[in-house]
């Protein structure tokens, strides 16, 4: 797992791991904070096209539901069945296990956020 | 990710008494009728298990406390309230509403008969100032004075099946010096029964420990003034660690009410809804010989048509929430036709599975009813479910 501060995020609080032409995409700690207890994550199937800003999954906590949006352009490589089966992976452990999934894209938008942009967004 | 949540209170005007010792625990705070509250501290589903399997600390210091004093205070109620509160003994409590003139809901309520001559009137923290300017309205013609003591009054409830053992463990509390009775504090408190209260103290100071909760579990509120909240708050959780007791915020104190049934204001109870829709017609006295606002409305009853609180049960994990439509095939059409609306609903933390209540149109409130509620364009059947989803298992 790569450090918080090597990951790109987004506005929406999800977070991205880019190695070569994969996105591994999971929400932030700030956020499955907010959240609360998640208890149901729905994810998009494997294999399925994904377009950025376009809702493609769910959180949801005992008090409310959040959507999970497409970072990027690209095709599902792989969605967490982990995190389907134990949806508390989220809260545990958001920036690793709980990783929700992974999109080959073809290219990054280039509005994503560094590290210490998106600290400064949360101001945390 | 963006969240349908309430963001955080951070705009809310008012903290409790008990801010600081939230703030240390580590609590996230909501925005509650303006008030910063904390929400959970770690885990809401933790806090939920605990109340259910051992204990929780809930600071209700929000909640509003208007004391009715005088001679005809109990008559003042009979005619402000739906129940007939004269008829309460001292220390006893009754769950009791405030009617529009119209029989609907302004509030629902928790009256405590504190002495021959005193009422004190537990409101919701949103409906604290209707409440008070109510019971003044209405009691002007008696001989009754009403005090809003909300600013001088904090709340503390422990809730869960350990709560007497953890009361009966905490140092400081003891039976009102002035009380009579002879028993002991802790052969009394033991014998409280439920929706009764006790006099006590808290290293001198006076408390209110009443056998009322809002959780479907044994329980114990606790009143007292907002100096001494802190001490009490500390000492029964450094006593009740060992038993298992944790904070427990708001976001727990929800899934906890709505697994025992119990009606939220605002989401179950309204200026639009009379009593009876609500499953509450055995709160208003229809009995009681003197006139009460609401009476006549109430006499009249709701409309035939009108919409009935019911519980639904679901499959899988997806929650009905507030908001919500609930739809029902109509045989005469062959479609599906909306037929009501969720109030509240969540995943059931100790049953597993999706649980709501929702008003609904009356032929379709007969329990094991099949109907399906649209989750965010997805309609998913949930079945007609008698209140309450939980009810613990009586010792």
Known sequence: ?124 | MTSQSTPDGTNAERTSPLHDAHTAAGASFTDFAGWQMPVRYSSDLAEHHAVRTAAGLFDLSHMGEIVLLGPEAGEALDYALAGKLSALNVDQAKYSLLLSRSGGIVDDLVVYRTGDDRYMVVANASNRDAVAAELRDRTAPFDVEVFDESDDIALIAVQGPAALSILLATPGLSADAGALGGSDFGERLSALKYYWSLPAEFETHPVLIARTGYTGEDGFELYLAPDNARALWDALLEAGAEQGLVPAGLASRDTLRLEAGMPLYGHELGLDTMPAQAGLGRVVNLAKDTDFVGRAASEEGPDPEARVLVGLAGEGKRAARAGYPVFAHDDTTGEDAEVGVVTSGALSPTLGMPIAMAYVAPRFARENTVLHVDVRGTRLPFTVTALPFYSRKKR
């Open chain 1, 1 to 124: 797992m790569a450090a918080e501060r090597d990951l790109k995020y987004t506005p929406e609080h999800e977070w991205l791991l880019v190695d070569g032409d994969v996105a591994t995409v999971g929400i932030t700690a700030y956020a499955a904070e907010k959240l609360g207890d998640v208890v149901f994550v729905e994810l998009p199937e494997e294999g399925s096209d994904v377009t950025a800003g376009r809702v493609v999954g769910e959180i949801e906590s005992t008090k409310s539901v959040g959507e999970l949006f497409a970072p990027v352009n690209g095709t599902v490589a792989e969605a967490n069945s982990a995190v389907v089966d134990a949806p508390e992976l989220v809260n545990s452990d958001p920036f690793g296990e709980g990783w929700l999934v992974k999109v080959r894209f073809t290219e990054l938008p280039d509005n994503l956020l560094s590290y210490d942009e998106y600290a400064a967004l949360t101001g945390e």
